[in-house]
């Protein structure tokens, strides 16, 4: 039996297995065939649309690759208020969005209360439409506090499952410990729970990646975000390459073939790369794109790399080209709340 069959079949693929298939571009067709394959099995050529609303980029954490980084002292910091936030959904409501994205850096620029406050307004609006966080690290009360306020899912990227990489991209007082047990934190609350990776991240090796697969293997997420790493001019990786696109597609075909029943995004980060980074991505076996709701006069503010698109097929309003794009690699962009279909389910 070959790799690729061996993947689609789940005959046990051992590490030196993941390492060919991830590595090498003579696979990536098969690869990217297969995964659109299952893909369709299980999604048709259904599209998820989420509309990611930026809340605030103030932060308190030092991620050596990320440009809200707190030592950023360049960037000016913005929150929204609750009633900015509430606009951002009416807007998107009516253009077909039925999943909201509170995204921000870490910390506790908002309180809990306001958060709750915040998820159980929209869940009133819009009772139709599911609410994801996208907050960080918190603690157990606070997670479970959300979750009784309304909010469905939660997406937290692991970034890296190797202890030593971990220790290269994150300050001392980062662990991938606690963010593991956030990750199952969240799953014991009952989020729907998302992970992932940055690929091409300075230092990463394919070794690396493996890892980031079984952990993903072992956590068993609903949704896996991964995207490349992209430089910013304001952190310590400033002239660190940025990851590669073909690398990107490779990982989400195999990823579509290891959780068949994923929800995996085609990134804004893919997007920022190549000009159909994102089309590619959905080819590659994603199903889910993320548009932005921001405010637009924030939507440069939230610069976590440089270059990050904000403006075209990237900005909410702008569906209908967004909709063109995904109709031209053969996908329907849908108005559903676009939950995980499970297996058995
Ligand atoms: N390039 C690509 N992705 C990044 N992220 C943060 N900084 C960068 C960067 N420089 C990703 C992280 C984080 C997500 C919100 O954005 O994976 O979890």
Known sequence: ????????????????????????????????????????????????????????????????????????????????????????????????????????????????????????GIKTAYPDCAV??????????????????????????????????????HPQEMTLENRRQCLINLKKIGFQVGSGFMVGSPGQTIKHLVRDLRFLQELQPDMIGIGPYISHRDTPFYDCPNGELHLCLRLIAILRLMFPHALIPSTTALGSITENGRELGLTAGANVVMPNLSPSGVRKLYEIYNNKLSTKEEAAEAILSLKQRVASVGYNIITDIGHVKKAGG
């Open 132 to 169: 994801t966080l996208s907050l960080g690290e918190k603690s157990f009360a606070s997670y479970r506090s959300f979750f009784d306020a309304g909010a469905d899912r939660y997406l937290l990227r692991h970034e890296t499952a190797d202890e030593e990489h971990y220790r290269l991209l």
């Open 1 to 120: 039996m070959n790799l690729i069959e061996k993947l689609c079949k789940y005959k046990d693929l051992s590490d030196d297995d993941l390492e060919r298939l991830i590595d090498n571009r003579q696979y990536e067709k098969a690869l990217m065939h297969n995964a659109e394959e299952v893909r369709r099995v299980h999604y048709g050529t259904d599209v998820y649309i989420r509309g990611l609303i930026e809340i605030s980029n103030c932060c308190q954490n030092n991620c050596f690759y990320c440009g809200i980084r707190s030592d950023n002292k360049k960037l000016k910091r913005y929150r929204l208020t609750k009633e900015q936030i509430i606009s951002c959904c009416n807007q998107g409501y009516p253009l077909g969005f039925r999943t909201f994205v509170l995204q921000s850096g870490e910390g506790g620029f908002f309180s809990d209360e306001e958060l709750c406050e915040i998820i159980s």
